[in-house]
């Protein structure tokens, strides 16, 4: 389990922390599973990456398998497949070597810092992708401060390229964003995007909705051209560069991750049950065994994971 995970499953509930250390779930939900396929497609040295990256979606979806509460499974995993493939092949260019994770480092304590993020090639920067359902500045300031891109940050003392996707509302197993869902002209089937802020573009009834996944005759770089021309590309993946902080507020940082995930490493007994964030801003993975006053295992769909140290 990497850090940064580790470090905020503690914070939002000790005993959430605890668990994770050791257990997870066997499916990984939308969210990891995307997560999953975009990381295969951006660390291949296949040359059709964006495809690769889909394929790896059928593969997850046939074995673990994906955790939602959408009836149709299989037509879920098609829609993230096409998803990550649009999302792989707008960040990695044609010449750009696969990329790679950062290399697991220790920390001032001996605690080994385990990265959720990627290295650039040339070794200056980290990078991160960062799946939102939209943004916000509050968000903007969460995702930035978190362990997943600050705590990276101090940890390597590298800058980071914050990659932000905007998939846009989850209905039904389907994301409601630019890059699962446009319109195409009843006639010249040409491509376009319904701004929900731009009250100039008018579509017509006859504009026909549809979803990326139903129509394979659209190419990928052609979906992407789509949403470069209806401006509608930078409000769906944008930048984010997170800096070093100065020396003090650097190393207060990664004390304060070494010192937590130590005191998370040697932690013999279950920590008690905090109420208050079972159920916010996500339901906790564990609600299940811990309401019964369980443990999680194998009969509550969890796998044990291999220790970090
Ligand atoms: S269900 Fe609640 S008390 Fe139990 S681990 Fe999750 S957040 Fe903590």
């Known amino acids: 389990m990497n850090s940064p995970f580790l470090l905020?499953?503690?914070?939002?509930?000790?005993?959430?922390g605890f668990w994770s250390r050791d257990w997870e779930k066997e499916k990984p939900d939308e969210h990891q599973f995307m997560q999953k396929c975009i990381n295969a497609g951006l660390c291949t040295s296949e040359k059709n990456y964006?495809?690769?990256?889909?394929?790896?979606?059928?593969?997850?979806?046939a074995e673990p398998g994906l955790r939602t509460e959408s009836l149709n499974v299989y037509d879920e995993v098609i829609h993230i497949a096409h998803i990550s493939d649009l999302i792989v092949t707008a960040l990695r260019k044609p010449n750009d070597k696969p990329w790679e994770m950062?290399?697991?480092?220790?920390?001032?304590n001996g605690t080994i810092w385990k990265s959720s993020a990627y290295l650039d090639p040339s070794g200056t920067k980290l990078r991160r992708v960062c799946l939102v359902t939209n943004w916000s500045d509050d968000r903007h300031y969460s995702e930035a401060r978190s362990w997943y891109?600050?705590?990276?940050?101090?940890?390597?003392?590298?800058?980071?390229?914050?990659?932000?996707?905007?998939?846009?509302?989850?209905?039904?197993?389907?994301?409601?964003?630019?890059?699962s869902k446009g319109v195409l002209h009843p006639a010249n089937k040409k491509l376009?995007?319904?701004?929900?802020?731009?009250?100039?573009?008018n579509f017509k009834e006859s504009w026909n909705t549809i979803f990326r996944e139903d129509r394979d005759e659209i190419e990928t770089e052609t979906w992407l051209q789509a949403m470069l021309d209806d401006g509608v590309l930078q409000d769906s993946l944008f930048n984010v560069d997170i800096?070093?902080?100065?020396?003090?507020?650097?190393?207060m940082i990664?004390?304060?991750?070494?010192?937590?995930?130590?005191?998370?490493?040697s932690?013999?007994?279950?920590?008690?049950?905090?109420?208050?964030t079972c159920n916010w801003p996500l339901p906790c993975v564990y609600r299940g065994c811990c309401n019964r006053g369980d443990s999680p295992s194998g009969k509550s769909g969890f796998v044990p994971i291999e220790q970090v140290r």
């Open 254 to 265: 990664t004390d304060t991750a070494a010192r937590r995930l130590e005191e998370i490493y």
């Open 8 to 16: 905020s499953a503690y914070e939002h509930c000790n005993r959430d």
């Open 50 to 61: 964006g495809q690769y990256a889909g394929e790896e979606a059928i593969n997850l979806g």
């Open 243 to 251: 800096q070093v902080p100065e020396p003090i507020a650097r190393q």
């Open 192 to 201: 376009r995007f319904r701004k929900r802020n731009d009250v100039g573009t």
């Open 102 to 108: 950062a290399k697991e480092i220790p920390l001032d």
């Open 267 to 276: 932690l013999k007994a279950t920590p008690p049950q905090q109420f208050s």
């Open 149 to 179: 891109s600050l705590g990276e940050v101090c940890a390597y003392g590298l800058p980071m390229q914050q990659v932000v996707c905007v998939l846009g509302a989850r209905r039904d197993g389907k994301r409601h964003g630019y890059w």
